[in-house]
């Protein structure tokens, strides 16, 4: 069974830093495309950026691009999401998620809090 497990998140004041990781088991990331999704209270989930199979990030929302950087290590099977210049507006519980032809694989979730 695939399992994705984030880890990283907590509570920043704003312009504060973050970096989530997002371990996998079961699979091989490298293998396919990954993302990472945010969910704000009230609000749907949104994408925050996406890597290919070729480790080529060919995504980040307009709001994150040039604070946030994503990253793979394929030696570990984990997945990363560096978050700088933090803002409120990026407070949201943040998951990885996996997609392969059976479906798309989601973590637990990693609670992420910009807050003076």
């Known amino acids: 069974d695939v399992r994705l497990v984030e880890s990283g998140g907590g509570m920043v004041q704003p312009g504060g830093s973050l970096r989530l990781s997002c371990t996998a088991s079961?699979?091989?990331?490298?293998?396919?495309?990954m993302s990472w999704v945010r969910k704000a209270p009230g609000k749907g989930p949104e994408r925050v950026s996406r890597?290919?199979?070729?480790?080529?990030?060919?995504y980040y929302l307009d709001s994150v691009k040039g604070r946030f950087t994503m990253s793979r290590d394929n030696a570990k099977n984990t997945l990363y999401l560096q978050m700088d210049s933090l803002r409120p507006e990026d407070t949201a519980v943040y998951y990885c998620?996996?997609?392969?032809?059976?479906?798309?694989?989601w973590g637990q979730g990693t609670q992420v809090t910009v807050s003076s």
């Open positions: 998620t996996l997609d392969r032809m059976e479906g798309r694989s």
């Open positions: 890597i290919n199979s070729n480790g080529d990030v060919v």
């Open positions: 079961g699979v091989t990331i490298s293998s396919y495309l």
